[in-house]
C-alpha cells in the first residue's frame, strides 16, 4: 500500500481482514493503525505542557508551541524544527505523516516553525530556553565486556548490564541531585533512555548539564587503552562507593560471572590483566591460569575461582603502589558501570526519541521502565506492531487508547507512565504555575500600594 493509499483512507482505517496474517513486526500499514488508534497524544501533551494548559491565569498559552519536533519518515525523510499549537494539530501532523520515528527537542524561545521569520531581525531570537535532562545508554557500548551478543543484538544474559545502570543513575538522580520526575524509557532495541523532568533539571543551561554529565564520567580512555577507567586517590567518592557496594560489585560477582563468565579463557583474562599496572602481578597470575587451562570445573566455577584468585593477590600487594589500591574497584567498573553518551546531555538543543514510538528495526514500543521494578523489565517480551494489531483483530480489547487496563498488551506500560510519572509531575507544575502567580499578583500589589 503506498503512502497515497494510506492517506486516502482516512485516519479512521480499520483493517479489512478481521483476522490477516500477521507476518512482519513493522511495516508502515501496521504503523498507521497504531498512530491512528493506540499512541497515547493525550498523555504525551500533558506530560511535555507541563502544566501550561490553559485552565490557569498563570499558565504560559504559547508554551507547548514552542516546542520543538522531528520526524523521520519513510526513506530517511528528516523533518525537523515541527511544532504544534495544540494536541489535536500534534496529533493531525502525526496520523498524517505515520512517522518512522519522532524526536522530541527542546522548548525554543519562539515557535520553531517560524523561526525563519526571526533569521534576518539582527538578533538571537530563536534560541532553546527550555529541555529535559536527558540520558542516553546504549547496549551496544558494552561490546568489549559482553560475550553473548554484539551490535544492536541483546538478549537476557546481556541486558541485566542496562538494568544496572538504571539503578545507579536513577539513585544519583535522585540522592544526590534531588530529582523527582524522571522517566526511563525502552529504546525499542538495544538501550534507555532517561528523562529528567523537574522543572530545575529543564531549566539548566548547557554548561549546568555540562557539568552534571561530567559527574557521572567514570571512562577516562579508548579502544586502544587497556586500561578505561581510573579511579585515583586512596577512597572512591561517595557516589562511587555507593555504586559500588549498592548495586556494581553483587552484579560483577554474580550475575554478569555467571553469564558472561569472564576469566574463563585466555582471550577474556588477558584483557583484565592489561587492566594491572604490575607486571609481576600479572605474570603471576598469568602462570597460575595458564596452568590450570584444562581443568575440570565448569565456566562459571573457573571465572569465579579465577576472580578470587586475583582479589587475593591485589590485596596483599595493595601497598605496593599507589595504583594497585583501587585495581579490584576499577576492574568492577570497568566491566559494571553505565556507559552514558555524555554529549547527548550536555546541549539543550539534542534531539531523543519520544515515548511510545515504534522501533523501525524491531516493531517494539518505546515503553517506560519502572525503575523501581527494572529487573522484571524484559525488552524481548515488549509488545510489537504485529502483536498489537493482532490483539485488536482478536477484539480482546478496546482500540480507545484511554483504556489503560492491564490485560491489553500496551495497557499496563501507559497506565504506569499516568499513574507513575505523570500525575505526581502535573501536581509539582500546577503547584508551582499557582505559587509563581500568587507572588506575581503580590509584586502587583505591592507596587500600587507604593
Known sequence: MTREEIKNNGDDMMIDDPKPKIENEFNVHYLRIYYGNLFPYSDIYKWLSYG????????????????????????????????FKNASAMEAAIKSNFPYKIDIGAVYSVDPD???????SGTNLF??????????????????????????DVCSKCWPLMTVAIKVIDTSLREDFGFKHILWVFSGRRGVHCWVCDAKARRLTNEQRSAVAEYFRVYKGNENNA????????????????SYVDFLKNFF????????????????????????????????LRGRWENSSRSSLSEE????????QLKKTLQSKRNKALSLRTCIEEIVFTFTYPRIDLEVSKQMNHLLKAPFCVHPKTGRVCVPIDPNNCDEFDPLAVPTLSQLIEEINSGGV???????????????????FRSSF???????????????????IEKSKDTFNW
Open 52 to 83: 501550561h494548559d490553559g485552565k490557569h491565569p498563570g499558565c504560559d498559552e504559547y508554551y507547548f508551541g514552542r516546542r520543538e519536533f522531528s520526524f523521520t519518515l519513510e526513506n530517511d525523510v528528516y523533518l525537523r524544527y515541527k511544532s
Open 114 to 120: 517560524k523561526r525563519h521569520a526571526y533569521a534576518h
Open 127 to 152: 534560541t532553546p530556553v527550555e529541555r529535559e535532562l536527558v540520558f542516553d545508554i546504549d547496549i551496544t557500548d558494552y561490546d568489549d565486556v559482553r560475550y553473548c551478543c554484539s551490535g544492536a
Open 227 to 242: 586500561k578505561k577507567v581510573d579511579l585515583m586517590g586512596h577512597s572512591l567518592h561517595p557516589f562511587l562507593a555507593r
Open 253 to 284: 560477582e554474580g550475575e554478569l560471572q555467571a553469564t558472561q563468565s569472564i576469566f574463563s579463557s585466555k582471550e577474556k583474562y588477558e584483557k583484565i590483566l592489561g587492566m594491572i599496572t604490575d607486571e609481576d602481578i600479572q605474570a603471576d
Open 301 to 308: 566455577a573457573t571465572s569465579l575461582l579465577r576472580w578470587e
Open 398 to 416: 478496546s482500540m480507545d487508547v484511554d483504556d489503560d487496563s492491564d490485560r491489553s498488551l500496551l495497557g499496563k506500560s501507559i497506565k504506569f
Open 422 to 440: 505523570l500525575e505526581p509531575l502535573l501536581k509539582s507544575c500546577k503547584e508551582e504555575i499557582e505559587s509563581s502567580y500568587k507572588t506575581k
